[in-house]
Each structure stands twice: as C-alpha cells, then as structure tokens.
C-alpha cells in the first residue's frame, strides 16, 4: 500500500533515478505510508484525502535528497559531516512533529479540550427525601446519608 506512485515522486526530484534509487524510492513510499496510516489511520488508497499524499511525498523526497542525513558538506578537501539534528530519525523517513500532527488531524483525532455538562446537586430539582442520596439507574433505591433533617448536605 502506498499514498502515493513512484512517478509522482520523479516529478518532485530534480533528478533522474537510476535503479538502485527507484528501489530505494519505492521502499521510502511504502514506508512513509505505513507511517501516514500510524500517524493517521488506515485509510483506503483510492480515498485518503489529497494533504496525505503531499506529506508522504514530502517526508520521501526529503529522504531521497538526503538518506544518509549529513548536515555538513565542503567540496574543498571533501569535509562531509552529519549529527543527529533529526534526532533518531536522521537518515530515515520521517514525518516531523507538526507533519505528524496533521495527520492525526486529518483522521479525526484532534487533541485539546473537550466540554462535559456538569451539574450541580439539586439544581436539576428533582424530588429528593431528606437524609437519602438518590441513584441514577433503574430500579435502583435511595441510600441514606446520615445527615441533619432539616438540610441533607
């Protein structure tokens, strides 16, 4: 399964892929898929929406421009250095952070608050015997609280 073809990621490239690369292109869109899928959901190829392709598209060409994931280069003397400013994922395919947030997003899994209706006791004015603590289930009964006879709480 994968979010998107070989060939849109060609047109991306401002290079031609030998063999060897185009394996290695494939591998990186299957990946970058099984990865907008757990960052997202599974969604079915022929309908994930359009922003799924463009980040499995962006996170491969990201990949294919840099796979060893080398921050440092100087043609003179040939200095060729690289860390790991993408921490665990330097030189892999990878969604960043806010790539990763978007995804969720798109599947429907937003985070952030969240309203829950909250009531007060006896604001709802439900007939209460004094000394009982009513139940919200079927045939269930009153408890007693124990408390002055005059006001229960």
Same mark, same amino acid.
């Given at each position: ?5 070989? +060939? ?10 030998? $063999?060897?690369?185009e ?6 869109? /299957?990946d ?8 997202g959901?599974?969604?079915p190829e022929d309908? $994930?929406?359009?922003?799924v392709?463009? &980040?499995v &598209? ?5 990949y ?20 790991d400013?993408?921490?665990e994922? $330097?030189g892999?395919?990878?969604f960043?952070g ?10 429907g ?7 829950? +209706?909250?009531t ?7 007939p ?13 009964? /009153? ?5 002055d ?5």
């Amino acid at each position: 399964m994968a979010y998107a073809t070989l +060939d849109d990621l060609k047109g991306r490239l401002d290079w031609t892929l030998d $063999a060897d690369e185009e394996r290695i292109a494939t591998s990186a869109l /299957e990946d970058a898929s099984d990865l907008a899928a757990h960052y997202g959901r599974d969604w079915p190829e022929d309908t $994930a929406p359009r922003m799924v392709r463009t &980040l499995v &598209l962006k996170a491969c060409k990201r990949y294919m421009s840099n796979p060893d994931g080398f921050t440092q280069s100087r043609a003179g003397d040939e200095t060729l250095g690289w860390n790991d400013a993408a921490g665990e994922n $330097a030189g892999t395919v990878y969604f960043t952070g806010e790539e990763q947030k978007l995804l969720a997003s798109l599947a429907g899994r937003n985070s952030g608050l969240y309203i829950s +209706d909250v009531t007060a006791w006896r604001s709802q004015r439900r007939p209460v015997s004094v000394g009982l603590v009513p139940v919200d289930f079927p045939g269930g009964k /009153e408890f007693p609280f124990y408390a002055d006879e005059t006001e229960p709480w």
